[in-house]
């Protein structure tokens, strides 16, 4: 059956070739796609999860409603006419019990590290110039083991906050609006306290403008002690050895404690939407290209079925079974889907190869930035699945009608 497909499809060299072309671009699309698209996902995942903690436990914030109120006072069941709505917030400055955190993360296998933080806001100033500063203070080696800040050190080093003595590393941006520089100082001030002088020790860029523009890492003990809250954490940033596992550690976690515990996906829920909207998107333009190759397959076939009628005729009168004559076409659809899936995705990923050589943008650090397309085996392997399918299916009609097809009745309607 393999031989005789094989040979009925080269007879049609013209009409093969329409339906392998339908079939190579339906892929090689995929490809370039999926590429394009899981590229930028990727790379804006790798900003959300690098740049900061895999799984963040802060202090109680609680929105007051109706509702809540209904339930802590009265109960469920209970109905209540409020003449004034309460509404406003509860929240807690502080981490309640940080040793308890410690030791649970400790004990669970899952956590690479954690690093505790306090975060508070400031006004930083240099001569005349000042900007409101986000201040983070924090264990510097456990932060470089929960974020990948060090990778975007322009200069300085992160390790020189280890021994305190006000010394920050700051964002580019930040440093930029004070008009301040390596090595040099400026003044912070938190609330009615008295300003304090503080050494720039390094200066980093991420390539977000709401971090480098706005945030300043010091030491625990030195923002602790200008905010003068020694010993208090508002954060715990915590790093884990699969990122799948994020958000079902955070849902757990969340029912023991009165802290706040949220997953890098559910901190950027808005941008995991977005994801999903465009995989939806990527799914749908593949389906109709490949939609569109399956009707080329099927028109193409139910032709041939009516043209090789008489060889069809020859086959049952030797005594080929309606089975194997259903094996005959499906196989050629089967051919024309695999050779035009293999094609299509080999182009595919040489004009992935060629985008991803296309310069799209420079950074403050005059870094050329390249589009980024994903490789990822599992794009073509899904390409290579539904080219098949769509030739599969699409052979399915006419392979039918063709194993129907009995001696007599093709010899009557060519008589007639």
């Given at each position: 059956m393999l031989f005789l497909a094989k040979r009925q499809l080269l007879a049609r060299k013209k009409q093969t070739l329409l339906i392998l072309v339908g079939i190579l671009l339906g892929s090689a699309a995929y490809v370039i796609i999926s590429g394009m698209m899981l590229?930028?996902?990727?790379?804006?995942?790798?900003?959300?999860?690098?740049?900061?903690?895999?799984?963040?436990?802060?202090?109680?914030?609680?929105?007051?409603?109706?509702?809540?109120?209904?339930?802590?006072?009265?109960?469920?069941?209970?109905?209540?006419?409020?003449?004034?709505?309460?509404?406003?917030?509860?929240?807690?400055?502080?981490?309640?019990?940080?040793?308890?955190?410690?030791?649970r993360l400790r004990q669970n296998k899952h956590v690479v590290a954690f690093a505790p933080q306090l975060t508070i806001q400031a006004l930083m100033s240099n001569g005349q110039l000042s900007n409101a500063a986000t201040l983070i203070g924090t264990e510097p080696q456990a932060q470089l083991k929960v974020t990948n800040l060090g990778n975007y050190l322009l200069t300085g080093s992160f390790n020189q906050l280890k021994s305190g003595g006000n010394r920050l590393v700051i964002g580019d941006g930040l440093l930029a609006k004070v008009g301040g520089r390596m090595g040099g100082n400026v003044l912070i001030s938190v609330g009615n306290n008295s300003p304090q002088l503080f050494k720039i020790a390094g200066i980093f860029h991420v390539g977000i403008q709401t971090i480098d523009d706005t945030i300043a890492y010091g030491n625990l003990a030195d923002i602790q002690k200008i905010n003068r809250t020694p010993s208090q954490i508002s954060t715990i940033a915590i790093k884990i050895d699969d990122i799948k596992l994020a958000a079902t550690l955070a849902s757990e976690w969340a029912k023991m404690t009165r802290d706040q515990v949220q997953s890098w996906?559910?901190?950027?829920?808005?941008?995991?939407?977005?994801?999903?909207?465009?995989?939806?998107?990527?799914?749908?333009?593949?389906?109709?290209?490949?939609?569109?190759?399956?009707?080329?397959?099927?028109?193409?076939?139910?032709?041939?079925?009516?043209?090789?009628?008489?060889?069809?005729?020859?086959?049952?009168?030797?005594?080929?079974?309606?089975?194997?004559?259903?094996?005959?076409f499906l196989y050629q659809g089967l051919i024309v889907g695999l050779m035009g899936g293999l094609i299509g995705l080999m182009l595919g990923f040489l004009a992935c190869r060629y985008m991803a050589t296309i310069p799209m943008f420079r950074d403050s650090t005059g870094k050329i930035n390249y589009l980024r397309i994903s490789y990822d085996v599992s794009i073509y392997g899904y390409g290579l699945l539904l080219a098949l399918l769509s030739s599969l299916i699409a052979s399915v009609l006419p392979a039918n009608h063709a194993s129907k097809m009995t001696p007599i009745d093709i010899i009557r309607e060519s008589g007639t």
């Open positions: 590229g930028f996902q990727s790379y804006v995942s790798d900003q959300l999860i690098n740049n900061d903690a895999n799984i963040r436990v802060s202090a109680r914030q609680e929105i007051i409603n109706p509702n809540s109120m209904q339930r802590e006072f009265f109960g469920q069941q209970s109905f209540v006419n409020w003449l004034i709505a309460p509404s406003g917030r509860r929240d807690d400055e502080r981490i309640q019990n940080p040793q308890e955190w410690y030791h996906d559910q901190l950027n829920s808005n941008v995991m939407a977005v994801f999903r909207t465009q995989t939806a998107i990527r799914y749908f333009m593949t389906l109709s290209i490949l939609l569109v190759a399956a009707f080329g397959i099927y028109n193409v076939l139910s032709v041939l079925i009516n043209q090789k009628k008489k060889e069809i005729a020859i086959l049952r009168a030797m005594g080929y079974e309606p089975k194997e004559i259903r094996q005959l």
